[in-house]
């Protein structure tokens, strides 16, 4: 049909319209052809003068050639617009002034059941139902009043009397003087445009790839139900499929789409008939289930699709599977928001995949009101930097055998406008996210260094070490040599006086390349600590990578040499260090509350340490002068 390959282009809130549009348009292109195939006959009046020269001899062997190359054309071309008129999908009726059907295709004679000498001189107003013969007469009269072409619905009879509901567009075709010559009408079956409207709702509607629901629909059913006359409660669950790239990276996207075939069979199997089934994403899946029993059985049927996912999908002698993170959000539903509830169940499905992932989360209101506190604090960290609001206090770290100043730690504070001082390390997770801890640990390093700067401009040697952390997502940065030796300069502290922490965990986290930046500024007199957090496993391998000026600990081995610790803690910690000795490397403790805990200190090799003990509050740029002023 001529409608069909439109199908694609066609809106289905307009395609109805667009399609008489184009029936139409044609139609009149239609009539426009026919005059060029219909041949004229040449009168005197049009044959060619012939010049003086020209005897009557010669001007026939001139003409005769020209003559039948034209004639030659205009049958070829009256072949061609004839086979167009009769394979033409569309029906298509030629009548006179008069209404008499002068010719028509093959397609008219099938949509009516009529032969052509049923039709062929009959009246084409006969055709029409009764009721519709004055808006047919209508349309005549408006186009001998000028109009190009008409397009209107009508209902035609067919030869067994059933009726076809019809889009008829109808052109006029006026001779050389104007005057109306014939009608061109091309009709198309409502049934088939019908038809054509509904396939192209099903596909705005429908994932081609596994036949469910798509977004949009989804997105439809959940606006539906928290309407007032919805169900009293409703279940949101979202299936999303843990790393599920690496399969298409792994084998292509005809065999990801093939598992994601798979994944809609196994969600079908589990919930249809319970609850609305939809794709809702590349790898998202979405199930919408009203008035559920209780939160209790839709997590187990969630536990059952996830079971049913891990199923392997066999790819030649690869079996291929997949695992799902999966929120749930159950909540009343009159009165709700779609949009909420779909940010709760995302949300959710954000903290199955950081607890794990493969896993199930419950919506939990509470949780989400601390994290959203915590997103927006993260959000606006830029905002706190332009205005100033940040800044970089010092705990001191003194030596346990005489109690000087050896070093100072740094430690970026927020001092918000409305939720007083924060610590920001507490926004690690979410600045790191939106790629604010790189720029707030930039900012730190030089503002400690233009502090310890100052110090080293006024007291010289006596200048204790400048500590920061430095984070795996810093040694990311290809410019941090630069950065740091840049910052050096500008602030006028020497190298030696400073010091980088390194969590336990970042020479794991670092590639080959990092640890040679590491190195070049070890190497240009930086210092760098590891900083052992509780004393966990670092390989010995990963500590070579590095060359490490010290080694700090806090936790467990701090608190297991307090008196009346646990033997067991306390053996481990005694065990610890004096591994960490062999190092060869000065070692140092965080956290130290008591004196008994200095002395064990001490007794283990270790030289220095900061904690309570040691004073509890941190210490501003002008605390700091004033101690090394009165030392």
């Known amino acids: 049909m001529v409608g069909a390959p439109l199908a694609p282009d066609l809106d289905p809130a307009t395609g109805v319209t667009r399609l008489v549009a184009v029936l139409g348009a044609l139609a009149a292109g239609f009539t426009d052809a026919l005059p060029r195939h219909a041949p004229e006959p040449q009168t005197s009046a049009e044959t060619p003068d012939r010049t003086p020269e020209q005897t009557p001899a010669e001007n026939h062997a001139t003409a005769q050639p020209s003559t039948r190359s034209a004639e030659s054309a205009l049958r070829e071309s009256e072949a061609k617009f004839r086979a167009v008129f009769q394979t033409s999908a569309l029906a298509?009726?030629?009548?006179?002034?008069?209404?008499?059907?002068?010719?028509?295709?093959?397609?008219?004679?099938?949509?009516?059941?009529?032969?052509?000498?049923?039709?062929?001189?009959?009246?084409?107003?006969?055709?029409?139902?009764?009721?519709?013969?004055?808006?047919?007469?209508?349309?005549?009269?408006?186009?001998?009043?000028?109009?190009?072409?008409?397009?209107?619905?009508?209902?035609?009879?067919?030869?067994?009397?059933?009726?076809?509901?019809?889009?008829?567009?109808?052109?006029?075709?006026?001779?050389?003087?104007?005057?109306?010559?014939?009608?061109?009408?091309?009709?198309?079956?409502?049934?088939?445009?019908?038809?054509?409207?509904?396939?192209?709702?099903?596909?705005?509607?429908?994932?081609?790839?596994?036949?469910?629901?798509?977004?949009?629909?989804?997105?439809?059913?959940?606006?539906?139900?928290?309407?007032?006359?919805?169900?009293?409660t409703l279940a949101l669950v979202v299936f999303d499929l843990d790393g599920f790239r690496v399969v298409n990276d792994a084998f292509g996207h005809e065999v990801g789409n093939r598992v994601l075939t798979v994944v809609a069979h196994h969600l079908r199997s589990v919930f249809d008939g319970v609850g609305q089934l939809a794709r809702i994403g590349p790898d998202e899946f979405g199930v919408l289930i009203r008035d559920p029993v209780d939160s209790a059985t839709v997590v187990t049927m969630a536990?059952?699709?996830?079971?049913?996912?891990?199923?392997?999908?066999?790819?030649?002698?690869?079996?291929?599977?997949?695992?799902?993170?999966?929120?749930?959000?159950?909540?009343?539903?009159?009165?709700?928001?779609?949009?909420?509830?779909?940010?709760?169940?995302?949300?959710?499905?954000?903290?199955?995949?950081?607890?794990?992932?493969?896993?199930?989360?419950?919506?939990?209101?509470?949780?989400?009101?601390?994290?959203?506190?915590?997103?927006?604090?993260?959000?606006?960290?830029?905002?706190?930097?332009?205005?100033?609001?940040?800044?970089?206090?010092?705990?001191?770290?003194r030596s346990l055998v005489d109690g000087s100043l050896l070093a100072v730690e740094a430690r970026v504070r927020w001092d918000h406008p409305t939720e007083g001082l924060l610590d920001p390390q507490a926004l690690v997770s979410l600045t790191t996210c939106t790629g604010m801890a790189a720029r707030l640990g930039k900012w730190a390093i030089e503002r400690a260094c233009r502090d310890a700067g100052r110090w080293h401009a006024d007291f010289g040697d006596a200048t204790p070490v400048l500590s920061m952390d430095l984070t795996a997502r810093q040694c990311q940065e290809p410019e941090l040599v630069a950065s740091v030796r840049q910052v050096l300069r500008d602030s006028g502290l020497p190298a030696r006086l400073l010091q980088f922490e390194l969590s336990e965990q970042l020479p794991a986290l670092i590639n080959d390349d990092q640890a040679e930046e590491l190195t070049f500024l070890a190497e240009h007199g930086v210092r760098l600590v590891l900083d052992q957090v509780g004393g966990g496993n670092v390989q010995v391998d990963r500590l070579r990578r590095l060359p490490l000026t010290a080694v700090k600990f806090q936790g467990s081995p701090v608190y297991g040499l307090a008196d009346g610790a646990d033997p067991v803690e306390e053996s481990a910690a005694v065990a610890l260090l004096t591994w960490a000795r062999s190092l060869g490397l000065p070692l140092y403790a965080a956290g130290v509350r008591t004196e008994a805990e200095a002395r064990r200190l001490v007794e283990l090799g270790v030289t220095g340490a900061q904690g309570p003990l040691f004073g509890s509050s941190l210490l501003t740029c002008d605390e700091v002068s004033a101690i090394l002023g009165k030392s």
């Open 303 to 397: 536990e059952s699709a996830v079971e049913l996912l891990a199923e392997p999908v066999w790819v030649g002698e690869d079996g291929v599977g997949v695992t799902a993170s999966v929120g749930i959000v159950v909540q009343p539903a009159r009165g709700a928001d779609a949009a909420e509830l779909l940010r709760c169940v995302d949300l959710t499905v954000r903290w199955a995949k950081d607890d794990g992932k493969a896993q199930w989360a419950l919506y939990d209101k509470e949780r989400d009101q601390r994290e959203r506190a915590r997103m927006r604090l993260a959000a606006s960290v830029a905002g706190g930097l332009e205005q100033n609001d940040f800044r970089v206090d010092y705990e001191p770290v």
């Open 92 to 232: 298509i009726v030629v009548t006179d002034t008069h209404g008499v059907i002068m010719d028509c295709n093959d397609a008219m004679l099938s949509m009516l059941d009529r032969t052509a000498d049923d039709l062929i001189g009959s009246v084409a107003r006969d055709l029409v139902h009764p009721d519709e013969r004055e808006v047919m007469s209508e349309v005549g009269r408006q186009l001998h009043a000028g109009l190009e072409h008409v397009r209107v619905e009508t209902r035609l009879v067919r030869g067994d009397g059933d009726l076809v509901e019809v889009l008829v567009a109808l052109a006029l075709l006026r001779d050389d003087d104007g005057e109306p010559a014939y009608y061109v009408t091309m009709i198309q079956s409502l049934d088939e445009v019908r038809a054509l409207q509904t396939q192209l709702v099903r596909q705005s509607l429908h994932d081609i790839q596994t036949g469910l629901a798509n977004r949009s629909q989804f997105i439809g059913w959940l606006e539906n139900a928290v309407g007032f006359r919805g169900p009293e």
